[in-house]
Protein backbone atom coordinates (compact mmCIF):
# COMPACT_ATOMS: atom_id res chain seq x y z
CA UNK A 1 0.00 0.00 0.00
CA UNK A 2 1.50 3.57 -0.99
CA UNK A 3 -0.69 5.31 0.69
CA UNK A 4 -0.26 7.37 4.08
CA UNK A 5 -0.21 4.56 6.78
CA UNK A 6 -1.89 5.06 10.37
CA UNK A 7 -1.53 2.81 13.24
CA UNK A 8 -3.33 2.30 15.12
CA UNK A 9 -6.80 2.67 13.47
CA UNK A 10 -8.50 2.23 17.23
CA UNK A 11 -6.86 3.26 20.23
CA UNK A 12 -8.70 3.34 24.13
CA UNK A 13 -7.06 4.55 26.82
CA UNK A 14 -8.23 5.17 30.18
CA UNK A 15 -7.33 8.94 31.28
CA UNK A 16 -4.43 10.28 32.57
CA UNK A 17 -2.87 7.42 29.87
CA UNK A 18 -0.66 8.53 27.14
CA UNK A 19 -1.31 7.80 23.47
CA UNK A 20 1.72 7.71 20.69
CA UNK A 21 0.00 7.54 17.37
CA UNK A 22 1.99 6.76 14.03
CA UNK A 23 2.08 8.08 10.77
CA UNK A 24 4.30 6.90 7.80
CA UNK A 25 3.66 9.02 4.77
CA UNK A 26 3.45 8.08 1.34
CA UNK A 27 6.49 7.05 -0.87
CA UNK A 28 8.04 10.14 -1.79
CA UNK A 29 6.67 12.37 0.45
CA UNK A 30 8.49 14.30 2.77
CA UNK A 31 6.33 16.97 4.70
CA UNK A 32 3.39 15.42 7.01
CA UNK A 33 0.82 17.07 8.95
CA UNK A 34 -1.92 16.30 12.22
CA UNK A 35 -5.04 17.45 11.96
CA UNK A 36 -7.94 16.41 14.72
CA UNK A 37 -11.03 16.12 13.94
CA UNK A 38 -13.65 16.30 17.44
CA UNK A 39 -16.86 14.71 17.06
CA UNK A 40 -19.72 16.32 14.44
CA UNK A 41 -16.87 19.15 14.16
CA UNK A 42 -14.47 20.10 11.54
CA UNK A 43 -10.79 18.73 10.78
CA UNK A 44 -8.36 21.29 12.42
CA UNK A 45 -4.84 21.74 11.90
CA UNK A 46 -2.84 20.86 14.30
CA UNK A 47 1.23 20.71 13.24
CA UNK A 48 3.04 20.35 10.05
CA UNK A 49 6.06 18.36 9.71
CA UNK A 50 9.49 17.64 7.73
CA UNK A 51 12.12 15.35 8.70
CA UNK A 52 13.41 16.28 12.09
CA UNK A 53 12.04 19.68 11.67
CA UNK A 54 8.60 20.76 13.40
CA UNK A 55 7.78 23.55 10.41
CA UNK A 56 4.50 24.77 12.27
CA UNK A 57 2.78 23.92 15.39
CA UNK A 58 0.46 26.69 15.50
CA UNK A 59 -2.28 24.28 16.15
CA UNK A 60 -0.73 22.28 18.47
CA UNK A 61 -2.35 22.24 21.99
CA UNK A 62 0.14 24.04 24.27
CA UNK A 63 0.04 21.58 26.85
CA UNK A 64 0.26 17.73 26.30
CA UNK A 65 0.35 17.04 23.04
CA UNK A 66 4.02 16.89 20.68
CA UNK A 67 4.81 15.27 17.63
CA UNK A 68 7.78 14.21 15.91
CA UNK A 69 8.95 13.39 12.20
CA UNK A 70 12.53 11.45 12.96
CA UNK A 71 15.35 11.02 10.31
CA UNK A 72 14.40 7.34 10.41
CA UNK A 73 10.84 5.91 10.92
CA UNK A 74 6.89 7.20 11.15
CA UNK A 75 5.96 10.44 12.80
CA UNK A 76 4.48 10.33 15.94
CA UNK A 77 2.09 12.42 17.48
CA UNK A 78 2.00 11.66 21.38
CA UNK A 79 -0.65 13.30 23.42
CA UNK A 80 0.21 12.24 27.21
CA UNK A 81 -1.98 12.70 30.42
CA UNK A 82 -5.20 11.78 27.96
CA UNK A 83 -8.40 13.69 29.07
CA UNK A 84 -12.11 12.90 27.84
CA UNK A 85 -11.77 15.55 25.52
CA UNK A 86 -8.79 14.31 23.58
CA UNK A 87 -11.21 11.93 22.07
CA UNK A 88 -11.09 12.32 18.35
CA UNK A 89 -10.13 10.83 15.21
CA UNK A 90 -6.51 12.18 14.21
CA UNK A 91 -5.53 12.11 10.95
CA UNK A 92 -2.33 12.37 9.13
CA UNK A 93 -1.55 13.87 6.02
CA UNK A 94 1.24 13.91 3.79
CA UNK A 95 2.56 16.30 0.42
CA UNK A 96 5.53 16.09 -2.03
CA UNK A 97 5.87 19.50 -1.28
CA UNK A 98 6.99 20.30 -4.55
CA UNK A 99 5.97 20.24 -7.96
CA UNK A 100 2.66 20.60 -9.79
CA UNK A 101 0.69 18.75 -7.00
CA UNK A 102 2.82 20.50 -4.34
CA UNK A 103 0.59 21.50 -2.30
CA UNK A 104 -2.00 18.43 -2.36
CA UNK A 105 -2.64 16.93 0.64
CA UNK A 106 -3.82 12.81 1.03
CA UNK A 107 -4.70 11.68 4.17
CA UNK A 108 -4.39 8.54 6.06
CA UNK A 109 -7.70 6.37 7.10
CA UNK A 110 -6.79 8.11 10.92
CA UNK A 111 -6.67 6.77 14.04
CA UNK A 112 -9.76 6.89 16.49
CA UNK A 113 -8.80 8.02 19.95
CA UNK A 114 -11.04 6.97 22.72
CA UNK A 115 -10.40 7.98 26.46
CA UNK A 116 -12.51 6.12 29.17
CA UNK B 1 -15.59 35.09 10.59
CA UNK B 2 -13.92 32.02 9.87
CA UNK B 3 -11.51 31.82 7.15
CA UNK B 4 -13.45 29.34 5.39
CA UNK B 5 -17.02 29.25 5.72
CA UNK B 6 -19.48 26.50 4.29
CA UNK B 7 -23.46 26.52 4.30
CA UNK B 8 -23.12 23.12 6.81
CA UNK B 9 -26.48 21.98 5.19
CA UNK B 10 -27.61 19.17 4.95
CA UNK B 11 -28.74 18.58 1.49
CA UNK B 12 -31.57 16.41 0.88
CA UNK B 13 -32.08 15.86 -2.84
CA UNK B 14 -33.52 13.38 -4.95
CA UNK B 15 -31.21 10.96 -7.27
CA UNK B 16 -30.61 12.45 -10.14
CA UNK B 17 -30.71 15.86 -9.43
CA UNK B 18 -28.11 18.79 -9.30
CA UNK B 19 -27.07 20.31 -6.32
CA UNK B 20 -24.63 23.09 -6.18
CA UNK B 21 -22.14 24.04 -3.13
CA UNK B 22 -20.32 27.09 -2.26
CA UNK B 23 -17.39 28.04 0.18
CA UNK B 24 -16.29 31.38 1.07
CA UNK B 25 -12.75 32.11 1.91
CA UNK B 26 -11.53 35.57 3.29
CA UNK B 27 -7.83 35.53 2.43
CA UNK B 28 -7.16 37.02 -0.73
CA UNK B 29 -3.98 35.65 -0.73
CA UNK B 30 -5.33 32.43 -1.12
CA UNK B 31 -3.67 30.67 -4.10
CA UNK B 32 -4.42 26.77 -4.04
CA UNK B 33 -8.37 25.36 -4.13
CA UNK B 34 -9.97 21.58 -3.58
CA UNK B 35 -12.55 20.24 -3.18
CA UNK B 36 -12.36 16.67 -0.55
CA UNK B 37 -15.20 14.33 0.44
CA UNK B 38 -15.46 12.71 3.60
CA UNK B 39 -17.87 9.91 4.35
CA UNK B 40 -19.03 8.93 7.86
CA UNK B 41 -15.30 7.88 9.89
CA UNK B 42 -13.82 7.97 7.37
CA UNK B 43 -10.84 9.65 5.86
CA UNK B 44 -10.96 13.28 3.67
CA UNK B 45 -10.47 11.75 -0.05
CA UNK B 46 -9.65 14.83 -2.58
CA UNK B 47 -12.20 15.24 -5.16
CA UNK B 48 -10.84 17.29 -7.65
CA UNK B 49 -8.94 20.76 -7.60
CA UNK B 50 -10.45 24.37 -8.70
CA UNK B 51 -8.42 26.10 -11.25
CA UNK B 52 -8.95 29.61 -12.32
CA UNK B 53 -10.59 28.69 -15.67
CA UNK B 54 -13.11 26.50 -13.81
CA UNK B 55 -12.65 22.53 -14.27
CA UNK B 56 -14.81 19.31 -14.84
CA UNK B 57 -14.77 15.66 -13.61
CA UNK B 58 -17.22 13.90 -14.69
CA UNK B 59 -20.89 15.15 -13.26
CA UNK B 60 -18.40 17.21 -10.82
CA UNK B 61 -17.73 20.87 -11.87
CA UNK B 62 -15.79 23.88 -9.99
CA UNK B 63 -15.60 26.89 -9.96
CA UNK B 64 -13.36 29.80 -8.18
CA UNK B 65 -14.17 33.49 -8.40
CA UNK B 66 -11.07 35.46 -6.92
CA UNK B 67 -12.94 38.49 -7.37
CA UNK B 68 -15.75 37.59 -4.72
CA UNK B 69 -13.34 34.75 -3.01
CA UNK B 70 -15.81 31.94 -3.52
CA UNK B 71 -15.16 28.54 -5.39
CA UNK B 72 -18.63 26.25 -6.08
CA UNK B 73 -18.87 22.60 -6.64
CA UNK B 74 -21.64 21.48 -9.24
CA UNK B 75 -22.78 17.77 -8.76
CA UNK B 76 -25.34 16.71 -11.68
CA UNK B 77 -27.12 13.50 -11.72
CA UNK B 78 -26.74 12.89 -8.22
CA UNK B 79 -26.20 9.25 -7.34
CA UNK B 80 -27.03 7.29 -4.09
CA UNK B 81 -23.45 7.10 -3.47
CA UNK B 82 -22.28 11.04 -3.92
CA UNK B 83 -24.17 10.84 -0.09
CA UNK B 84 -21.12 12.43 1.88
CA UNK B 85 -19.71 15.41 3.64
CA UNK B 86 -17.66 17.86 1.01
CA UNK B 87 -14.84 20.03 2.33
CA UNK B 88 -13.61 23.52 0.87
CA UNK B 89 -9.98 23.64 1.14
CA UNK B 90 -8.55 26.52 0.52
CA UNK B 91 -4.30 27.38 0.50
CA UNK B 92 -2.25 30.65 0.51
CA UNK B 93 1.02 29.75 1.10
CA UNK B 94 2.15 27.28 -2.21
CA UNK B 95 4.94 26.56 0.41
CA UNK B 96 3.79 24.80 3.06
CA UNK B 97 0.31 22.95 1.94
CA UNK B 98 -0.26 22.62 5.74
CA UNK B 99 -1.26 26.24 5.94
CA UNK B 100 -4.49 25.17 4.00
CA UNK B 101 -7.65 25.61 5.72
CA UNK B 102 -9.98 23.41 5.84
CA UNK B 103 -14.10 24.14 5.79
CA UNK B 104 -16.54 22.13 8.05
CA UNK B 105 -18.09 20.37 5.49
CA UNK B 106 -21.33 20.40 3.77
CA UNK B 107 -23.29 17.20 4.20
CA UNK B 108 -25.14 15.69 1.28
CA UNK B 109 -27.69 13.17 1.38
CA UNK B 110 -29.10 11.93 -1.83
CA UNK B 111 -32.19 9.81 -1.37
CA UNK B 112 -33.76 7.43 -4.25
Known amino acids: NAGVMQNPRHLVRRRGQEARLRCSPM?????VYWYRQLPEEGLKFMVYLQKENIIDESGMPKERFSAEFPKEGPSILRIQQVVRGDSAAYFC??????????????FGEGSWLTVV | RKEVEQDPGPFNVPEGATVAFNCTYS??????FFWYRQDCRKEPKLLMS???SGNEDGRFTAQLNRASQYISLLIRDSKLSDSATYLCVVNWDNTNAGKSTFGDGTTLTVKP
Open chain 2, 50 to 52: VYS
Open chain 2, 27 to 32: NSASQS
Open chain 1, 27 to 31: KGHSH
Open chain 1, 93 to 106: ASSPGRGNSGNTIY
